[in-house]
């Protein structure tokens, strides 16, 4: 029975080769582009899964309470982790966590920059990170031990298993030993480093009292729960372990699992709102999206060519075939071409990964692991059945004497299952294509919006060694380069909220009123360099002698403190320090244009500033470059000269949605593409059908117009109707898209116009062409027959 069931299968794909190759091409496409997803999807919820321990390990998180906000941070006091595992039975290891950094390693004259962090001694005890050699117990006990990533080890040493116990300088001033060496970072790791150093040091040295202060944040803590012990319970617990050690605190204490933190990371007014997982799951419905319309396309062709196998179904049930047997064929049928499509798919997906790896900036690749292999297997299968289906049950419906007697007709239900079908697939795609539109062009607005300040042109780079050391010298001769406009230095770039606080006072505040300000500490010409417009007042200025005790603001600052005239008036700093305005600048984007401007203030401070920024003349950058690199390298000798283009970390805010809009372009041409080889089919099945009703027009004087008419109106139809409800459906999705930006562009109906038209147009171009052909045909060869 089976036997026989594949050669009539085989035998039907070779007599209706045209339905056999759109078939085949629309499922190959559709499920390549769903094992991308899949892959990607995977890659995605994989992140931070592999430790040992992910189920008892936590993030510790803070809720921050302001006048008219609540603001949520992994950023906590310094003496968290080591407090919490004393006092919290519950916890059984904890560790403190600083922000990634850049290092110059050196052993001899070789010198490397690598980056990474300063750890809690718990470290690696409660993260998977494979040490290669040394002990987790052990590798950070010593203040002046580093751990070394095994492929860092092998650029400095040459062997990774000859490092430990060698010693090494960091930017060339402390001697640091190998204590250990770690199996490079997994690419499922949301930590991403070359070297662990001990926090215990990076705590006690000179400059980092606030490290050692409850009212101060800065570095992440993470625990290890106890076996057994509720999450929730110990949230309680410390929920108010700040604010029992500082009681100015606003701060709320809650537990994150780690491996949730990666894809669930956003938070609005102190509750979770998303993250990642928008993206995960906005994929995962196009993946299925894209699958049905190709699985629309099965349906629709083999519903539409039913009468081609009436009699075949005719005379088997004649013979005695019962309804299941022939279900069963039919479902062959579906599930050797979904088998088939599955190969060209795989194919397709060795051919695209690298480019498709270069557009999400992964490293995934196509490894068959048993899981794998069932995963896309049970895909295949899925789509077998799910495209075989409805034909299946269509086909194995024919009354037998119906069917031999010529009688079988095309039933209204049928007819508008199959326009159904039709419609969902052209909805989809204007769908896709208004999304693609608007995320388009929000992505252009915010990469060219006026920020308020000029960030083309403009470099940014650390400051080490001697250029630490001798700031103000190198400044002044850097500043006379050729190439190079103006130069300053800052306490931190201009992306995003790096250094806040609350501990302002000011005339007229209401001593129960918190509100959060950006404290920006930077150098004389710092406001120059990066071209803030003043509002009111003045800059920092040599010619007025020292200004240290002066302070600028934004105008979103002075708003919410609500300062008329504000130019000369004096706020207190921390309770001890008194400041007065100077100036007021126009406000600028510090933070995405997903946010409001928040309240901001420049402070002069030459000691604590610890980035260059360098405008260039435009025209000359390559130019100015190279003679900042050569000045650099000679005036810092053993330190690489690396620097960042200010635009271009901008942009690195909006990743996430430039991938989005990547992927969603190339997703909706395919969506696109598979509709229009769906409607390429039914349009020359039906050419084919009324072909002797064409001669008959033509015999009778009816012109091309009016063949290509009769044959394209019912199409066009559909696709219309699939416009209206798409449209609104599209207006809906991207609204709440762009609610997340606080800039944004307007929906205006020239998106949806021009998505209606684009769809309307390459409906005509793929049903026209097949109707203008057919219009073409001699009338002598489709009356022949008669």
Avoid at 234 to 240: P, R, S
Avoid at 698 to 711: E, F, Q
Wanted: glycine share 6%; charged share 20%; with cysteine.
């Amino acid at each position: 029975m089976n036997s026989h069931t594949l050669k009539l299968t085989l035998r039907n794909f070779r007599r209706h080769k045209s339905s056999f190759f759109i078939n085949l091409i629309g499922l190959s496409t559709g499920l390549a582009c769903t094992l991308l997803i899949v892959l990607w999807v995977n890659d995605e919820l994989s992140m931070d899964k592999f430790h040992a321990q992910e189920d008892r390990l936590y993030n510790v998180m803070e809720h921050q309470q302001y006048a008219e906000s609540v603001m949520t941070t992994n950023s906590t006091p310094g003496m968290l982790a080591e407090t919490l595992k004393e006092e919290v039975p519950e916890i059984e290891y904890a560790a403190t966590i600083t922000w990634n950094n850049t290092y110059t390693l050196s052993v001899g004259e070789t010198n490397i920059q690598a980056k990474g962090y300063h750890a809690g001694s718990d470290f690696f005890k409660m993260f998977s990170f494979e040490l290669l050699q040394g002990q987790p117990e052990s590798v950070l006990r010593d203040l002046n031990a580093i751990v070394l990533s095994r492929s860092t080890a092998e650029n400095l040493f040459g062997s990774a298993t000859d490092a430990v116990g060698q010693s090494l300088e960091i930017n060339h001033e402390e001697v640091y030993q190998v204590s250990g060496i770690f199996e490079d970072t997994p690419n499922n790791s949301s930590y991403d480093f070359d070297l662990i150093l001990n926090f215990e040091k990076f705590k006690n040295e000179e400059g980092n009292s606030w490290l050692r202060s409850w009212d101060s944040n800065g570095p992440s803590t993470k625990v290890i729960l106890t076996e057994g012990a509720d999450a929730a319970a110990v949230e309680a617990k410390i929920a108010d372990f700040v604010k029992q050690r500082n009681e100015d605190s606003n701060v709320t204490l809650f537990l994150k699992p780690f491996s949730e933190s990666y894809l669930y990371g956003r938070y609005e007014s102190g509750k979770l709102v998303g993250g990642r997982i928008d993206y995960v799951r906005l994929f995962s419905i196009i993946a299925a999206f894209i699958l049905i319309i190709a699985c629309i396309n099965f349906m629709n062709l083999s519903t539409a060519r039913a009468s081609l196998r009436a009699k075949e179904v005719g005379v088997k049930k004649a013979v005695g075939a019962g309804k299941a047997s022939l279900i069963w064929q039919y479902l062959t049928e579906s599930t050797l071409i979904a088998f088939a499509a599955f190969v060209v798919a795989i194919l397709l997906v060795f051919l695209v990964l690298p480019q498709f790896n270069l557009i999400t900036d992964k490293e995934i690749s196509l490894r068959f692991s048993p899981e794998m292999g069932l995963g896309f297997l049970g895909i295949m299968f899925i789509t077998g059945l799910l495209a075989g289906s409805y034909p299946a049950l269509y086909l194995s419906s024919f009354k037998p004497v119906a069917v031999l007697k010529g009688e079988i007709k095309t039933s209204l239900g049928e007819l508008w299952a199959r326009r159904g079908l039709v419609i969902f697939q052209f909805t989809l795609s204007v769908i896709l294509i208004v999304a693609v539109s608007v995320v388009y062009q929000q992505i252009k607005y915010v990469q060219s919006k006026n920020l308020g300040y000029d960030k083309d042109n403009l470099i940014y780079f650390s400051m080490n060694g001697r250029v630490e050391e001798q700031a103000e010298a190198f400044l002044a001769e850097a500043g006379n380069l050729p190439g190079v406009a103006s130069i300053s230095s800052i306490g931190h770039d201009l992306i995003g909220r790096q250094n806040n606080t609350s501990g302002l006072d000011w005339p007229g505040k209401d001593p129960e009123t918190r509100i959060l300000f950006e404290n920006v500490r930077v150098n004389y010409d710092l406001l120059e360099t990066i071209d803030v417009e003043m509002q009111d007042g003045r800059t920092f200025s040599r010619e007025f002698g020292a200004d240290t005790s002066k302070i600028i603001f934004n105008e979103a600052a002075i708003k919410v403190m609500n300062l008329e005239d504000p130019i000369g008036q004096k706020i207190r700093l921390w309770g001890r320090y008194d400041r007065e305005i100077i100036g007021v600048v126009k406000d600028f984007h510090f933070q995405s244009l997903h946010e409001e401007v928040k309240p901001l203030f420049f402070v002069l401070d030459e000691e604590n500033t610890w980035m260059v920024m360098a405008r260039l003349e435009a025209g000359r950058t390559q130019e100015a470059i190279g003679n900042l690199q050569e000045f650099y390298e000679a005036y810092n000798p053993g330190f690489a000269f690396n620097f960042e283009f200010s635009d271009e970390q901008y942009a690195l805010q909006y990743a996430a949605e430039q991938r989005v809009a990547s992927l969603s372009k190339y997703f909706a041409g395919f969506a696109i593409l598979i509709s229009c080889l769906g409607l390429f089919g039914l349009a020359a099945f039906t050419a084919d059908r009324k072909k002797k009703e064409i001669g008959i027009r033509k015999v009778l004087g009816a012109s091309v117009a009016n063949i290509v008419t009769l044959l394209t109106r019912d199409f066009t139809r559909l696709v219309l109707v699939a416009i209206l409800i798409g449209l609104p459906v599209a207006y809906y999705i991207t609204g709440q898209w762009l609610n997340r930006f606080a800039f944004r562009i307007d929906l205006t109906i020239w998106y949806f116009l021009l998505a209606g038209s684009l769809v309307l147009f390459i409906s005509w171009l793929t049903v026209g062409s097949q109707a203008f052909r057919s219009a073409h045909v001699d009338p002598k060869e489709c009356l022949r027959d008669i």
